[in-house]
T-cell receptor, first 110, second 116 residues
């Protein structure tokens, strides 16, 4: 079965609010994780990554949290904007390729 | 930097014909390229790993005679869908791995294939 999965298939937030997208992984040996954003009809776009020796990493308006104890990953988007509407995937590095989770569709409403 | 292009972006073909999709790394050399398939509202599914100068490695369940992959240079990999059928209609996405940064992959914009 899939080793990477997402808790919620869709998430609707109001513009300006913070968004949290969650991801669970099952391979405790995974040591590198990436969040991608995919807009309709386009390829995935790198957002942020984190290695297993870190618990938190911040980017511009985005933060990734890694909880290795429960094998959980989350992406936090601050002050969500309409342009953030997309499908978000977490991916874990398997040693030679990326294994993608199912994706969460984020819809930002005005 | 690290731009990956795909051509064509969209293709419609008749059942039984073959379609070639190109994946190019524009400003870097990629020893490894990956081909993914994505169905509507689904995740990306790895089809095969393409290594420059050697045979591609296919994931379980992917027919290598159906999906021919050629990685002739450090900047170009091609996927040929042979004798395409309507069930091959999908969004095909390639990614390229930068030579020295092994985990980092840069994705192309995808190719929408519709087989009639």
């Amino acid at each position: 079965g899939e080793s990477v999965g997402l808790h919620l298939p869709t998430l609707s937030v109001q513009e300006g609010d913070n968004s949290i997208i969650n991801c669970a992984y099952s391979n405790s040996a995974s040591d590198y994780f990436i969040w991608y954003k995919q807009e309709s009809g386009k390829g995935p776009q790198f957002i942020i990554d984190i290695r297993s020796n870190m618990d938190k990493r911040q980017g511009q308006r985005v933060t990734v949290l890694l909880n290795k104890t429960v094998k959980h990953l989350s992406l936090q988007i601050a002050a969500t904007q309409p342009g953030d509407s997309a499908v978000y995937f977490c991916a874990e590095y398997t040693g030679y390729a990326l294994n993608f989770g199912k994706g969460t569709s984020l819809l930002v409403t005005p | 930097g690290a731009v990956v292009s795909q051509h064509p972006s969209r293709v419609i073909c008749k059942s039984g014909t073959s379609v070639k999709i190109e994946c190019r790394s524009l400003d870097f050399q990629a020893t490894t390229m990956f081909w993914y398939r994505q169905f509507p509202k689904k995740s990306l599914m790895l089809m095969a790993t393409s290594n420059e100068g050697s045979k591609a490695t296919y994931e379980q369940g992917v027919e290598k005679d159906k999906f021919l992959i050629n990685h002739a240079s450090l900047t170009l990999s091609t996927l040929t869908v042979t004798s395409a059928h309507p069930e091959d209609s999908s969004f095909y996405i390639c990614s390229a791995r930068v030579r020295l940064a092994q985990e980092t992959q840069y994705f192309g914009p995808g190719t929408r294939l519709l087989v009639l």
